[in-house]
């Protein structure tokens, strides 16, 4: 029988969370690294007990843990994330130019077709590859051609938070910076373009044919159309049809377009969920009512899910890693909140519950689908 | 024979429990038991120091025989007690939120 595996990253370590294919009833793991910031933490499609964890801390620094038993154990790999050569500098929140400085990993993507390889976002933002399971990082360090002089921190810090790999283009990948934008590679990460052309941020970038500079939160896309790509931007929820070479927006009669997270149905490519957030400076939902929103129709039209959800005083935000799906049929949807509940839907968003309530604020939640 | 005691963070990430005791060869100044103690526990590379300039990390600190020598220079001796095993060299996470 099918299994899930929920890897939840908290601002006080990580957590496991298993259960049946009818996932109803919950086995809960950890904390694992304890005390520390689990960032993100993801397993290889590959081979899905090998685990990798970005472990970090105030203190301490970044480590980065592997595990090839599912979370039972854990071992502390490679955490040398060395930018190639002199870095330079990129657009500080002053507007001057300020130095690249390495903090953390924001978030760890396992090749699809090899354990070992795995892609790293790093902040300030760059991305890092490993091809021997987590020992030594390289930086893809052409991304910075991409007018990295232009980029420029969001609130969160300027962080490469998000890559999507395209199933069908190995050569082919897509990662989104705050607050540079969205690039494309097509050539295995060797060189990168920045995929902005339809965007707007006209308070950030009065400029509206900027390239970079523009506040993407999350991109997110379905396996077998892997050029139609969904964004949830700082404001606007948008979509490309064209792999990101144009963008349109979706947001329709959502109650606010700011958000974090937002992921795809894992049979229906059209079916798209966001959870809106109030505004940029109210990060909680609005009105106190948690609500999912969920189309059918790949944007535009979009119905609150609600039940199960609380309607009254809740004022948690979701993050942008914190949004997953299983591929079980129903299609389950999962998410995290700041205020450290993980809610899991088993209907495709139809009705949730919270499998934990009381955990430390959840920065990412990722679904396996075991067999 | 150097013991050093290490923040409990830190003992987790190297899988030991309390005290450590490494072998420092030459002279026993800062930067060399911070080298033998990466030596022996590769996984605390980078958790103490930086790992391109091997700055101390802002929140911790180096003490000695109950004195601070976070901001002595790194080829600092350290002291006898210390050389001879008889008081640990201690890091420390420093308080600081959180």
Redesign the interface.
């Known amino acids: 029988m099918s299994r899930v595996r929920v890897l939840v990253g908290t601002r006080k370590g990580a957590f496991v969370l298993s259960a049946d294919g009818k996932r109803q009833n919950w086995d809960v793991s950890g904390p694992h690294f304890a005390g520390w910031e689990i960032y993100h933490l993801k397993g290889s499609p590959k081979n899905p007990d090998r685990l990798y964890a970005s472990q970090s801390s105030g203190w301490f620094g970044q480590v980065i843990q592997r595990s090839s038993d599912g979370g039972k154990t854990w071992e502390a790999v490679g955490n040398k994330f060395a930018y190639d050569g002199n870095p330079g500098t990129h657009k500080w929140y002053d507007g001057t130019q300020h130095p690249w400085e390495f903090k953390r990993v924001w978030h760890l993507e396992p090749s699809l077709s090899d354990p070992d390889t795995v892609y790293a976002g790093v902040e300030d933002a760059a991305m890092f590859r490993t091809t021997d399971g987590g020992q030594t990082w390289h930086e893809l360090a052409d991304l910075r051609a991409a007018k990295g002089n232009l980029w420029q921190p969001g609130a969160g810090g300027m962080c490469l938070h998000t890559i999507v790999q395209d199933p069908r283009n190995p050569q082919r990948l897509f990662i989104a910076i705050s607050a540079a934008g969205a690039f494309r590679s097509d050539d295995g990460g060797q060189s990168w373009r920045p995929i902005n052309k339809g965007l707007k941020s006209p308070h950030e970038l009065p400029d509206p044919d900027a390239e970079v500079g523009h506040c993407v939160h999350r991109i997110a896309l379905h396996p077998s159309r892997p050029d139609v790509l969904f964004m949830q931007k700082h404001w606007d929820v948008m979509r490309s049809d064209n792999a990101g070479d144009s963008w349109t927006e979706i947001s329709g009669d959502l109650p606010t377009d700011f958000g974090f997270p937002i992921d795809v149905h894992a049979h229906d490519p059209e079916t798209v969920y966001v959870v809106p957030i109030k505004s940029d400076s109210e990060h909680f939902p609005p009105d106190g009512k948690l609500r999912v929103y969920r189309s059918k129709t790949g944007g535009n039209e979009w119905e609150a899910l609600t039940k199960g959800l609380p309607q009254n005083n809740c004022y948690v935000n979701v993050l942008r890693d914190a949004m997953s799906v299983d591929s079980l049929d129903s299609c389950g949807i999962y998410f995290g909140t700041t205020g450290g509940q993980v809610y899991a839907s088993a209907d495709s968003g139809d009705t949730w519950n919270p499998i934990v309530s009381h955990l430390p604020a959840v920065l990412s939640v990722e679904v396996q689908t075991l067999q | 024979m150097i013991r050093v005691l290490l923040?409990a963070?830190?003992r987790t990430?190297a899988r030991v429990t309390g005290e450590v005791t490494i072998d420092v060869a030459g002279q026993p100044t800062i930067v060399a038991v911070l080298n033998a103690l990466e030596a022996r526990y590769p996984?605390l590379?980078?958790?103490?120091r930086?790992?391109?300039t091997l700055e101390r990390?802002p929140?911790?600190r180096f003490f000695a025989c109950q004195e601070d020598y976070s901001l002595e220079p790194t080829d600092t001796v350290l002291p006898e007690p210390v050389v001879n095993g008889q008081e640990p060299f201690l890091i420390i996470?420093?308080m600081?939120g959180?």
């Open positions: 923040p963070h830190l990430l996984t590379q980078g958790t103490i930086d790992h391109g990390r929140f911790l996470g420093a600081a959180g």
